[in-house]
């Protein structure tokens, strides 16, 4: 059944191509970009170019105030609490699914889409949404869409679930359009260099001071040049030389401004916890779940046992260590191709 959708265009290939699916689908179309910082008119001029070419409508939505409350602010808290967090999980939320979606409400469209590599399924048996992971596994984004409702995934549309990007490129090429050879993104869009270090200075104002690299016993290793410039499992750019062999970010000290390192096998562990757990395929946790689990989004979900402790608290527990489990991030669940539910990593248990 055709509806009126919102396709979020970001001016890249993905998201244009994602258009013409629809299109070719006999969907009534909106394109829409997001206003998210300044700096970024080079991706409207291109999702305009987009749109004329696929002779559909076109709109810019400032949402400026909205992406910096939620997304910018929250990264450089994050990062000063010692933490390294994952923004696009905060876009998508309260974003692109969150404020763009209560924009398209208000102009009458039924839906929103968006080029991420994803499939969306009704449960016939519960009638919840399912996030299911991409067709090609290569592409798959289903990691930074787990916190989103069942009422956004229900208004949401996701048209390159089954394509490989080959494919994707194909369309984009044939049809002509000024993104078919648009290089893909690979930083966070607000700090393209991917120097979040000089980022958050320029951003917050503040010179975040130098302080004492320890041991895992105290013991003063150097000097770093402010928390915020690191993350666990960071090994390069360290400048310390030890006779313990190769050293790696253990662990961020807010409290008293110093960075733990260690060596490698310190890195790994079996337990972790989480908070703002999100439940796409189940309403609830009713006991302990055996499920899959990654915490990176490049990495192979390993098995675990779930447990909520407590309304806002999750533990979890892998059959096997795992490396570098790091505050801010994501953990996410998943059974087969479904994703299950998810929560942001606080910290981890000592065996």
């Known amino acids: 059944m055709c509806a009126k959708i919102a396709v979020a265009m970001s001016g890249g290939v ?58 910018m602010d929250r990264f450089a808290a994050a990062y000063e609490a010692g933490e390294t967090p994952n923004p696009c999980v905060d876009c998508n939320q309260y974003v692109k699914f969150g404020a763009l979606l209560d924009r398209v409400r208000e102009q009458e469209q039924e839906l929103v889409a968006t080029g991420h590599y994803v499939r969306l399924e009704r449960d016939p048996g519960t009638g919840r949404w399912l996030l299911k992971r991409a067709a090609h596994r290569s592409k798959d984004q289903s990691y930074v869409l787990w916190a989103l409702t069942q009422d956004q995934l229900a208004h949401s549309r996701f048209p390159l679930g089954d394509m490989s990007k080959g494919e994707i490129r194909e369309i984009a090429q044939a049809q002509g359009l000024v993104s078919a050879r648009k290089k893909d993104s690979q930083d966070i869009c607000f700090v393209p260099d991917g120097d979040y270090s000089a980022f958050l200075r320029q951003y917050t104002g503040k010179n975040y001071p130098a302080g004492n690299f320890v041991s895992e016993t ?18 390069r750019g360290l400048g310390v030389s030890s006779n313990h062999g190769r050293l790696y970010v253990k662990e961020i000290c807010p409290g008293n401004n110093t960075v733990v390192l260690s060596e490698n096998g310190s890195l790994f562990h079996r337990t972790l916890w ?78």
């Open 274 to 351: 989480a908070d703002s757990p999100n439940w796409i395929a189940l309403e609830g946790l009713q006991g302990p779940l055996r499920l899959r689990a990654k915490v990176r989004y490049r990495m192979e979900e390993q098995p675990c046992t779930v447990e909520q402790t407590d309304g806002n608290t999750l533990r979890v527990r892998f059959d096997e260590p795992q490396r570098a489990i790091t505050p801010g991030q994501s953990v996410v669940f998943y059974e087969d191709d479904v994703v299950v539910g998810g929560g942001v990593i606080r910290r981890t248990e000592e065996e």
């Open 14 to 71: 993905d998201s244009s191509a994602a258009a013409w699916l629809l299109k070719e689908q006999g969907h009534t179309l909106l394109g829409v970009t997001l206003k998210l910082f300044q700096g970024g008119d080079g991706a409207v001029r291109d999702a305009q170019r987009a749109a004329r070419q696929l002779d559909i409508p076109h709109c810019v939505v400032d949402a400026g105030p909205c992406f910096q409350a939620r997304v």
């Open 218 to 235: 105290g013991e003063i290793l150097g000097r770093h040049q402010g928390i915020v410039s690191y993350t666990v499992g960071q090994r």
